[in-house]
């Protein structure tokens, strides 16, 4: 059974920063494409940042480039999402994802499994 399981989310005041953690289990992880989605009030749930198996090839939105930062420990299973300069307008529910394929479809919301997510607000 594939379990993915976020932490690290929080009440932040805005220029604050914050560092999610996705630890993924009943998968081969290091294998997986994995990603960030978000999802704020009365709106859809967006792409956010991804990263390939690899570790080196990874994509973001444009509202968070620069101020995210993506990346995976294949041997704990783990993807990180770190998040500094944050803004009222980050607040949303952060959701980790994964793609059991090599190409970056999951970024345009290919996605295989979903986790509960984790709840980021950010305070003006």
């Known amino acids: 059974q594939v379990q993915l399981v976020e932490s690290g989310g929080g009440l932040v005041q805005a220029g604050g920063s914050l560092r999610l953690s996705c630890a993924a289990s009943?998968?081969?992880?290091?294998?997986?494409?994995m990603g960030w989605f978000r999802q704020a009030p009365g709106k859809e749930r967006e792409f956010v940042a991804s990263?390939?198996?690899?570790?080196?090839?990874?994509y973001y939105a444009d509202s968070v480039k620069g101020r995210f930062t993506i990346s995976r420990d294949n041997a704990k299973n783990t993807v990180y999402l770190q998040m500094n300069s944050l803004k009222p307008e980050d607040t949303a529910v952060y959701y980790c994802?994964?793609?059991?394929?090599?190409?970056?479809?999951?970024?345009?919301?290919?996605?295989?499994?979903w986790g509960r997510g984790t709840q980021v607000t950010v305070s003006s």
């Open positions: 994802a994964a793609d059991r394929s090599s190409s970056s479809r999951l970024r345009f919301g290919k996605v295989d499994y």
């Open positions: 009943g998968l081969t992880f290091s294998s997986y494409t």
């Open positions: 990263i390939m198996w690899t570790g080196i090839t990874t």
